[in-house]
């Protein structure tokens, strides 16, 4: 089976969340079990400063945006430890930025941006060798992927026999813009109405995705089940809910060749599950050394690794944090970026509890490993959670996670009970209402079980002996293309409604 994976972020090439980490992982996790997988992502500027050897192609076109006519030149590379090509969409002007996406605001024209990424992807998988079989697009940047395929390119070879998958990364984002970018598409007019690209009288990308697309995926069955609702739909709920039959929840799975104690090259001593003290004690002492401690902090280690967004729950982050701070039964880590409302109320909190409280403002891959290696306990306090990896990374470097039930961290995440505990299956401490004081009585929790040194010791080993690598996931994905290829040979050509 030949399947193109279109995403505007991937790892190790160009990386703001969770969304990178997958489509970095998936394809590769896709060519173990037979796929014959490709990557189409754009030139950012970021994907030429990873020092990963990137070679400029041949292939050199036109897009047509709007009026406009822009060019695409295309660049490759593979996906380190696969054989998976990566081709990336160049554009000096549109991808050649400091972020990916713009700072504190969104670029202006990432409306434009995307119609390019995305026509300019179906252009370049139309010009390849051999056709595809699925065109799997993630998050709203490839929205409209599965619209050019019906609408646009169904007459071309390559595509023409291509099923499409949307996959829902975070239903927050959903790409909409003012009407008159539905110019810039290419597309039809009579498609910008309330049945499919528009919505409360903007273009939406998101939208776009999941009325044409042959089938629907998010990143956990429980975030599938809330986004057929409001508020977990943000809107778009009804549009879920009719298309509830080609909607499933996969969960994610985690890189081990990235995420692994007991190979990562960025922690200074490797560990496993069978002795994780001498690997974290290194971790915690490389990680005072980098917070500018003399030595590290004897006090049970409290992290957050996150972007700073009201999705995650800061709020109640430096709410619980200001309460429990000065009580002196833990050393709290923060690392992050995002909303400087959120970035300044951090900062004030390490200056209000130095020695208690460190914050580090920006984006450290490094740091981000770092500090999972040293961590006792990581905290998600999310206001919703798609899947969430930071706990999955947290069970495989021997931290335990304290989560709010949400989303893939309900999926995912077994909250410590006497009953749990006692037949194995507890791996975090989770809490129900959003509030910082629920969330306090869940840390306290955590904190009463990490003081026993052996019931803690036997929660680090078995969530480290959890499996949570691709593949299982794979599979599901594989299972999953396979049935909508399958549906499509059987059902007669959908017809768009207007
Ligand atoms: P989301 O995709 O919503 O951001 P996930 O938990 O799925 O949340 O994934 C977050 C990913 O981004 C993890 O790999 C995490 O380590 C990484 N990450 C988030 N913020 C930072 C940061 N400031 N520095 C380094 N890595 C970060
Ligand atoms: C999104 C979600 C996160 C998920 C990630 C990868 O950014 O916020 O929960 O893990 O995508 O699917």
């Given at each position: 089976m030949r399947v193109l994976q279109v995403a505007s972020e991937a790892a190790p090439f160009a990386k703001t969340g969770g969304l990178a980490d997958v489509a970095g992982s998936l394809p590769a996790a896709l060519e173990r079990i037979g796929c014959d997988c490709t990557l189409i992502m754009p030139a950012y500027r970021q994907v030429f400063e990873a020092g990963i050897p990137i070679e400029k192609t041949e292939l050199v076109f036109d897009v047509p945006v709007g009026q406009r006519h822009l060019r695409a030149e295309i660049f490759r590379s593979t996906l380190p430890g696969s054989n998976v090509p990566v081709y990336f969409v160049g554009n000096e002007a549109c991808f050649?930025?400091?972020?990916?996406?713009?700072?504190?605001?969104?670029?202006?024209?990432?409306?434009?941006?995307?119609?390019?990424?995305?026509?300019?992807?179906?252009?370049?998988?139309?010009?390849?060798?051999?056709?595809?079989?699925?065109?799997?697009?993630?998050?709203?940047?490839?929205?409209l992927i599965p619209a050019y395929r019906r609408l646009l390119y169904q007459a071309w070879p390559m595509l023409a026999h291509a099923v499409t998958v949307q996959t829902i990364h975070n239903m927050a984002y959903q790409g909409t813009f003012w009407h008159w970018d539905m110019l810039l598409t290419g597309i039809d007019w009579k498609y910008f109405n309330w049945k499919q690209m528009e919505c409360h009288?903007?273009?939406?990308?998101?939208?776009?995705?999941l009325v044409f697309a042959d089938a629907i995926t998010t990143v956990s069955p429980t975030y599938a089940r809330e986004i057929t609702e409001a508020p977990g739909g943000c809107g778009l709920e009804g549009v879920v809910a009719?298309?509830?039959?080609?909607?499933?929840?996969?969960?994610?799975?985690?890189?081990?060749?990235?995420w692994d104690p007991q190979s990562d090259p960025l922690i200074p001593r490797h560990y496993h599950a069978a002795d994780t003290s001498s690997g974290k004690d290194a971790a915690?002492?490389?990680?005072?050394?980098?917070?500018?401690?003399?030595?590290?902090?004897?006090?049970?280690?409290?992290?957050?690794?996150?972007?700073?967004?009201?999705?995650?729950?800061?709020?109640?982050?430096?709410e619980m944090i200001a309460r429990v701070a000065a009580n002196g039964r833990a050393h709290f880590v923060i690392l992050g970026t995002g909303d400087p409302g959120h970035e300044e109320a951090l900062r004030r909190l390490a200056a209000t509890y130095p020695g208690t409280v460190d914050v580090?403002?920006?984006?450290?891959?490094?740091?981000?490993?770092?500090?999972?290696?040293?961590?006792?306990?990581?905290?998600?306090?999310?206001?919703?959670?798609?899947?969430?990896?930071?706990?999955?990374?947290?069970?495989?470097?021997?931290?335990?996670?304290?989560?709010?039930?949400?989303?893939g961290l309900v999926?995912?995440?077994?909250?410590?009970?006497?009953?749990?505990?006692?037949?194995?299956?507890?791996?975090?401490?989770?809490?129900e209402s959003y509030n910082a004081v629920a969330l306090e009585q869940a840390l306290t929790r955590a904190l009463d079980a990490h003081a026993d040194a052996?019931?803690?010791?036997?929660?680090?080993?078995?969530?480290?002996?959890?499996?949570?690598?691709?593949?299982?996931?794979?599979?599901?994905?594989l299972e999953l293309y396979t049935q909508v290829l399958a549906r499509s040979q059987a059902e007669p050509t959908f017809e768009p409604e207007t």
């Open positions: 050649g930025r400091p972020t990916l996406y713009g700072g504190g605001h969104d670029y202006p024209d990432n409306a434009e941006r995307f119609i390019l990424f995305s026509r300019a992807a179906m252009e370049l998988a139309g010009r390849l060798e051999k056709p595809f079989d699925v065109l799997h697009g993630h998050d709203w940047q490839a929205g009288g903007q273009l939406n990308f998101l939208k776009t995705g009719s298309r509830a039959e080609v909607l499933s929840g996969i969960v994610n799975g985690i890189d081990t060749t990235v915690r002492i490389a990680l005072a050394a980098r917070l500018g401690h003399p030595a590290p902090d004897p006090r049970p280690l409290v992290s957050f690794v996150g972007r700073l967004a009201e999705q995650k729950g800061v709020d109640l982050l430096v580090v403002i920006g984006f450290d891959e490094l740091l981000a490993h770092l500090i999972q290696a040293a961590s006792d306990i990581v905290l998600m306090p999310s206001r919703f959670e798609p899947c969430g990896l930071s706990q999955l990374y947290a069970f495989r470097y021997g931290a335990i996670p304290v989560v709010r039930a949400t989303g999926d995912t995440v077994v909250d410590a009970t006497p009953e749990s505990l006692a037949n194995g299956t507890a791996s975090g401490f989770v809490f052996a019931t803690w010791q036997r929660l680090v080993t078995s969530v480290m002996q959890q499996d949570w690598s691709w593949d299982t996931s794979g599979r599901n994905y």
